[in-house]
């Protein structure tokens, strides 16, 4: 198997299960997260399923560009949508929040993988990885645990290993406890 061979199917690969977490994600949270919206504002739940759908639009874009070895024109349209403004948390709950982790982390993870591409210093990739995962404290997830692992891997590319090393064991933390909340809910 070829390196691009490889690559074109671990993007597909990518882009079922953010598509399928995406979804599950929402669909599990959306209510328990979304504030009540301000009067005259837009409800949290019509912005939340837009939010979705483009971001759903994007990646399915994203690997059609990808298999067409147009890698530039991929990480291009990511920077467009990351040049949006993101919804608040109290705009969308914390469901906006994961959304943003979501296109943040395969953004980086295109930037890592293909670094002759728009070549960015590893400096800019640490800046991009602190932009995506924000302030905002949220509840353990794969979205939040991959950009903590990414980051993770660019500070190791820094030569920041301690630093590394904690990124690192943040992404594993929460994927930890999202694999014993799966196995305990597989028991019941």
Do not use: K
């Not at 929040?97 to 990739?125: I, M």
Request: net charge negative; glycine share 8%; hydrophobic share 55%.
């Amino acid at each position: 198997m070829t390196r691009a061979t490889g690559l074109i199917i671990a993007a597909l690969v990518g882009m079922f299960l953010g598509s399928g977490m995406t979804w599950a994600l929402l669909g599990a949270r959306a209510a328990a997260v979304a504030p009540a919206a301000a009067p005259g504002a837009r409800a949290a739940p019509d912005l939340l399923v837009t939010l979705a759908q483009t971001l759903e639009a994007e990646h399915r874009r994203v690997d059609l560009l990808i298999s067409r070895g147009e890698v530039a024109a991929a990480i291009g349209a990511l920077e467009e949508v990351r040049a949006l403004r993101w919804p608040s948390v109290a705009e969308g709950g914390e469901a906006a929040v994961l959304l943003r982790h979501d296109l943040f982390g395969r953004l980086l993870r295109l930037r890592l993988d293909y670094p002759e591409v728009s070549a960015r210093p590893a400096a800019e990739l640490l800046a991009l990885c602190d932009q995506g995962l924000g302030a905002e404290v949220v509840a353990a997830n794969a979205f939040t645990a991959r950009l903590h692992a990414l980051r993770g891997e660019v500070l190791e590319a820094m030569g920041r290993d301690d630093e590394a090393l904690v990124s690192y064991e943040r992404a594993l933390e929460q994927n930890r406890a999202l694999l014993q909340q799966a196995l305990a809910e597989e028991e019941r």
